[in-house]
T-cell receptor, first 111, second 116 residues
Framework: ETGVTQSPTHLIKTRGQQVTLRCSSQSGHNTVSWYQQALGQGPQFIFQYYREEENGRGNFPPRFSGLQFPNYSSELNVNALELDDSALYLC??????????FGSGTQLSVL | DQQVKQNSPSLSVQEGRISILNCDYTNSMFDYFLWYKKYPAEGPTFLISISSIKDKNEDGRFTVFLNKSAKHLSLHIVPSQPGDSAVYFCAASDPAGGTSYGKLTFGQGTILTVHP
């Protein structure tokens, strides 16, 4: 059974650019959630996807968007990058339960 | 508005002793609580959870206690081992409805260091 995998592991972008982060959920999991973890803080909920539809969103602007595909993999897209978007982005998957399984994350640096 | 708070940024204990990590919450709608452990360069790993209908849950060396009236939970690790050194996050969930519960509210984390 493969766990949650994320790519890339590290990314450097400049302000104003767009970025796409990818996540493959754990086998059999139908819910994917994305989190942003700033340095020294706990993860903050961005949104979740269930059956390919956004199903819950945290306090993040519309330039944060996502997709979930039929195989339950997911993408997080961030447009018009700002310096404050520099963070670790975590993907988590689950199946009918509140225990989330996290990937190792993508470290995004915005210069 | 920090709904889940871990007021101790760090904790240092001796190997073999008890580690107690604390967490407070403000949202009375939370009905399920989890502890995650995180090593550098890895994602958070689930440790133990507790439903609000219980006041204690135990799994090996790890025990979580929930005091609903005080809106407080704690994680006890006995005995502590050097491999337990990591960042520990408390998280909470409310019944969002349906079968998808991907939203957790996390505390800021506590860095636990266990000295040999």
């Amino acid at each position: 059974e493969t766990g949650v995998t994320q790519s890339p592991t590290h990314l450097i972008k400049t302000r104003g650019q767009q970025v796409t982060l990818r996540c493959s959920s754990q086998s059999g999991h139908n819910t994917v959630s994305w989190y942003q973890q700033a340095l020294g803080q706990g993860p903050q909920f961005i949104f979740q996807y269930y059956r390919e539809e956004e199903n819950g969103r945290g306090n993040f602007p519309p330039r944060f968007s996502g997709l979930q595909f039929p195989n339950y993999s997911s993408e997080l897209n961030v447009n018009a990058l700002e310096l404050d978007d520099s963070a670790l982005y975590l993907c988590a998957s689950s199946f009918i339960g509140r225990k989330l399984f996290f990937g190792s994350g993508t470290q995004l640096s915005v210069l | 508005d920090q709904q889940v708070k871990q007021n101790s940024p760090s904790l240092s204990v001796q190997e073999g002793r008890i580690s107690i990590l604390n967490c407070d919450y403000t949202n009375s709608m939370f009905d399920y609580f989890l502890w995650y452990k995180k090593y550098p360069a890895e994602g958070p790993t689930f440790l133990i959870s507790i439903s609000s209908i219980k006041d204690k849950n135990e799994d090996g060396r790890f025990t979580v206690f929930l005091n609903k009236s005080a809106k407080h939970l704690s994680l006890h690790i006995v005995p502590s081992q050097p491999g337990d050194s990591a960042v520990y996050f408390c998280a909470a969930s409310d019944p969002a409805g349906g079968t998808s519960y991907g939203k957790l509210t996390f505390g800021q984390g506590t860095i636990l260091t266990v000295h040999p």
